[in-house]
């Protein structure tokens, strides 16, 4: 669901100032300035149920009519959907190339304290695949990014 920031804080500045509490202030995203109310933007604002709610109702119930039926399933379906675009792989394969550096230093040290080298052994050559497998990865988004 979007909520226009803009017309949200529009809303905020026009409130009551019983309704405003002394750290409520506009933005004007479009220009990148601060508005003329007077405190910075808070983190948590605080609106008045029944100044929003009439409105998002009527947009719901716009959203449901048998026109808009069709655009909002299928919007509805795709929002639940995971993002397995190339920013989304590029940053699994480097999260996974640090997990396996990680576990190489911990099997070195575990070495160094004398654990059973074939064991150890074992366990390296097999975080060692993995993180080539990560880089092979790594590798190929690199490649069809490049013009």
Same mark, same amino acid.
Request: charged residues 30%; contains cysteine; aromatic residues 4%.
């Given at each position: 669901?979007?909520?226009?920031?803009?017309?949200?804080?529009?809303?905020?500045?026009?409130?009551? !100032?019983?309704?405003?509490?002394?750290?409520?202030?506009? $933005?004007?995203?479009?220009?990148?300035?601060?508005?003329?109310?007077?405190? !910075?933007? !808070?983190?948590?604002?605080?609106?008045?149920?029944?100044?929003?709610?009439?409105?998002?109702?009527?947009?719901?119930?716009?959203?449901?009519?048998?026109?808009?039926?069709?655009?909002?399933?299928?919007?509805?379906?795709?929002?639940?959907?995971?993002?397995?675009?190339?920013?989304?792989?590029?940053?699994?394969?480097?999260?996974?190339?640090?997990?396996?550096?990680?576990?190489?230093?911990?099997?070195?040290?575990?070495?160094?304290?004398?654990?059973?080298?074939?064991?150890?052994?074992?366990?390296?050559?097999?975080?060692?695949?993995?993180?080539?497998?990560?880089?092979?990865?790594?590798?190929?988004?690199?490649?069809?990014? $490049?013009?």
């Amino acid at each position: 669901m979007h909520v226009s920031t803009r017309a949200l804080s529009q809303d905020i500045c026009e409130l009551p !100032p019983v309704w405003r509490t002394p750290n409520m202030r506009r $933005r004007e995203s479009s220009l990148g300035k601060m508005s003329t109310c007077p405190d !910075p933007i !808070p983190r948590t604002v605080y609106v008045r149920e029944d100044a929003i709610v009439p409105k998002l109702d009527e947009w719901l119930a716009q959203l449901f009519e048998e026109e808009h039926l069709d655009q909002t399933c299928k919007a509805l379906s795709m929002a639940g959907q995971v993002d397995e675009g190339p920013g989304a792989t590029a940053i699994g394969a480097r999260r996974k190339i640090a997990d396996c550096d990680q576990r190489l230093s911990k099997y070195r040290t575990a070495l160094d304290a004398g654990a059973d080298a074939a064991v150890v052994a074992r366990w390296m050559a097999e975080v060692k695949g993995e993180r080539l497998r990560a880089e092979h990865e790594l590798g190929k988004m690199c490649i069809r990014d $490049r013009p």
